[in-house]
């Protein structure tokens, strides 16, 4: 079992930076690959980034793709979601996911593990 806390969100203007993190309880977290997905209002629940568990092989959505940076630090049990040049668009609530096994995992039913979301509000 798997317990995901996400923090870092807030209200920034268009063309400024967020630091998003998600903090994982459990000693296995080193065996988990991670993923971040965002769900706007009236939306489907989206992909947006993921990492594998060796944190050798990363993957991003195209519409984030060189705009935001996907790390995992094994020893502090934390995943992180740096989002740079934000965009009106990119207003969401932002969810991290946890999955275990290799590889990086880019669909909702790869995760079987979800934290409760953080608010991300981009302003134009």
């Known amino acids: 079992q798997v317990q995901l806390v996400e923090s870092g969100g807030g209200l920034v203007q268009a063309g400024g930076s967020l630091k998003l993190s998600c903090a994982a309880s459990?000693?296995?977290?080193?065996?988990?690959?991670m993923g971040w997905f965002r769900q706007a209002p009236g939306k489907e629940r989206e992909f947006v980034a993921a990492?594998?568990?060796?944190?050798?092989?990363?993957y991003y959505a195209d519409s984030v793709k060189g705009r935001f940076t996907i790390s995992k630090d094994n020893a502090k049990l934390t995943v992180y979601l740096q989002m740079n040049s934000l965009k009106a668009e990119d207003t969401a609530v932002y969810y991290c996911?946890?999955?275990?096994?290799?590889?990086?995992?880019?669909?909702?039913?790869?995760?079987?593990?979800w934290g409760q979301g953080t608010q991300v509000t981009v302003s134009s």
């Open positions: 990492i594998s568990r060796s944190t050798i092989n990363t």
């Open positions: 996911a946890a999955r275990i096994g290799p590889g990086v995992g880019i669909t909702k039913d790869e995760y079987p593990y």
């Open positions: 459990g000693r296995t977290f080193s065996s988990h690959g």
